[in-house]
């Protein structure tokens, strides 16, 4: 059986969640599939009356401190997009300068509820995707998610699941790619939802289950080709407001199919992101755990 500890990943997790089926598109069409996105994320969030909230937000002070503030002064539902720069920036090009993170709070919604509504966020981004920005082949690919229903799994049936697949983890370990990319597979190749994960795996503050509390209410959705793309959780505090964050350049990399991040970029310094695609790579969610 392999164990966490033995594993060692060839390379990032673009590579280690199949083989994806996209190639890198031009710099302007680029910019028109983000444009794309964010306008489509913004029209159903104001459908859906969240106020949409400016912040300044840094890797160690991530944008749902400012919103749950907004939920305290009785704001019911608030949003923001901040591009955050990762710490270490002189560490450049090793990792993304920056990456975009729409992250979102609603007071009084259930674990369950709050999964819902970030399916469904997904869904209808992906449904406004058309041919002439992604190609037919992507679009097929996406209309098969949007009308597929996505598997749930806790973090205790994860386990199990990767168990019987030849995978020995240890409860409150963190999954590595592989294990993802396992999951994955085991779902049809389609989006999954992994719940209920570790408290210790957890930023401080997230509700937990009173009779398990090194459980808590929180959950990953993980992407072909991206991993893990949202994060969100339940907090234990007043009217207990519920959020996620959604790395922009995942939701970007599994819409457009793409093997690497790096070619979600919109830079026109083509010799930077040549440079970047060669480097280690580091971004999002997987970096930020503080989003949780």
């Not at 799994?153 to 994860?158: G, K, M, P, R, V």
């Not at 793309?229 to 519920?242: E, H, K, L, M, Y």
Request: one cysteine or more; hydrophobic letters at 45%.
């Amino acid at each position: 059986m392999m164990t966490a500890a033995e594993f060692r990943p060839e390379s990032a997790l673009h590579t280690a969640v199949f083989q994806a089926p996209g190639r890198p598109r031009p710099l302007a069409r680029r910019l028109a599939i983000h444009n794309r996105v964010i306008r489509r994320v913004r029209d159903f969030l104001l459908a859906e009356q969240f106020h949409e909230v400016p912040v300044t937000a840094l890797a160690d002070h991530p944008a749902r401190v400012q919103l749950e503030g907004m939920i305290a002064h009785g704001f019911a539902r608030v949003w923001s997009e901040s591009e955050i720069l990762p710490q270490g920036g002189k560490l450049e090009p090793k990792h993304l300068r920056g990456f975009k993170l729409i992250e979102v709070s609603q007071a009084g919604l259930s674990l369950a509820e709050l999964c819902d509504f970030a399916e469904r966020l997904l869904k209808t981004v992906a449904g406004d995707m058309t041919a002439d920005l992604l190609g037919g082949v992507h679009v097929t690919r996406l209309d098969r998610m949007i009308h597929a229903r996505h598997e749930r799994l806790t973090y205790d049936e994860a386990l199990a699941i990767l168990a019987g697949k030849g995978w020995h983890l240890e409860f409150g370990e963190a999954l590595p790619d592989q294990a993802k990319a396992t999951l994955t597979r085991h779902c049809g190749n389609l989006p999954f939802v992994l719940t209920h994960l570790p408290t210790a795996l957890k930023v401080a503050g997230v509700a937990v289950d009173p009779a398990r509390p090194e459980i808590s209410a929180s959950f990953h959705t993980i992407l072909p080709y991206a991993g893990l793309t949202i994060d969100g959780s339940v907090r234990d505090a007043v009217n207990a407001p519920a959020g996620f964050s959604l790395d922009l350049g995942r939701l970007l990399q599994y819409l457009m199919g793409l093997d690497n991040i790096i070619d979600t970029l919109i830079d026109p310094m083509d010799k930077v992101v040549g440079v970047m695609r060669r480097a280690p790579q580091g971004t999002g969610l997987d970096r930020n755990q503080g989003a949780g």
